[in-house]
């Protein structure tokens, strides 16, 4: 069974600039995550979506950031225009429907803005 | 808020118990979760634990939990070089949210 597929793995952007990560998560997964992990830290959520509908975008800066899960399956993060401080590693997770709530989790897009 | 604590940086020989700690805030978590992120790599799901109990094993693993204390425990027994990695802890609370500690880094020396 793949995991769950991110893309980049690496991006490299100078600031004021727009940037996009893509996140397959495994199949059936009903849920999807978007965390941040900055260097020497936990991830933070940054939205949570059932299906197609975003639950949880609490902690997602809606000034800059965006997410979007049209058809329930593939998700895209968006980001414009990136500040240095944006910088950080994005994490995707996908879990099934269960009270475990098990998050499988995806390699990540390494972010540096210059 | 939740928050979760753990101590940063764990050093080890090869062969001997490692045990890393782990304290939340949050009464109300339902599962504890142990990941394991290797460099570069997203987390992976070691272990889990539900709030009702308080130990579990899984092969080299035990992790034990002290609700009244709120302090998680996971001892890899006969630990690898493999095994050097950064541990996060983490906890369910409301809506499914995971609040992660900020990692517990091991160094395994041979």
Excluded at chain 1, 62 to 73: I, Q, T
């Amino acid at each position: 069974e793949a995991g769950v597929v991110q893309s980049p793995r690496y991006k490299i952007i100078e600031k004021k600039q727009p940037v996009a990560f893509w996140c397959n998560p495994i199949s059936g997964h009903n849920t999807l995550y978007w965390y941040l992990q900055n260097l020497g830290q936990g991830p933070e959520l940054l939205i949570r979506y059932e299906n197609e509908e975003a639950v949880d975008d609490s902690q997602l800066p809606k000034d800059r950031f965006s997410a979007e899960r049209l058809k329930g399956v593939d998700s895209t993060l968006k980001i414009q225009p990136a500040e240095l401080g944006d910088s950080a590693v994005y994490l995707c997770a996908s879990s099934p429907d269960d009270q475990r709530n098990e998050q499988f989790f995806g390699p990540g897009t390494r972010l540096t803005v210059l | 808020g939740e928050d979760v604590e753990q101590s940063l940086f764990l050093s080890v020989r090869e062969g001997d118990s490692s045990v890393i700690n782990c304290t939340y805030t949050d009464s109300s978590s339902t599962y504890l979760y142990w990941y394991k992120q290797e460099p570069g790599a997203g987390l992976q799901l070691l272990t889990y634990i539900f709030s009702n109990m308080d130990m579990k094993q899984d092969q080299r693993l035990t992790v034990l939990l002290n609700k009244k204390d709120k302090h998680l425990s996971l001892r890899i027994a006969d630990t690898q070089t493999g095994d050097s990695a950064i541990y996060f802890c983490a906890e369910r609370g409301g809506y499914s949210t995971l609040t992660f500690g900020k990692g517990t880094m091991l160094l395994v020396s041979p």
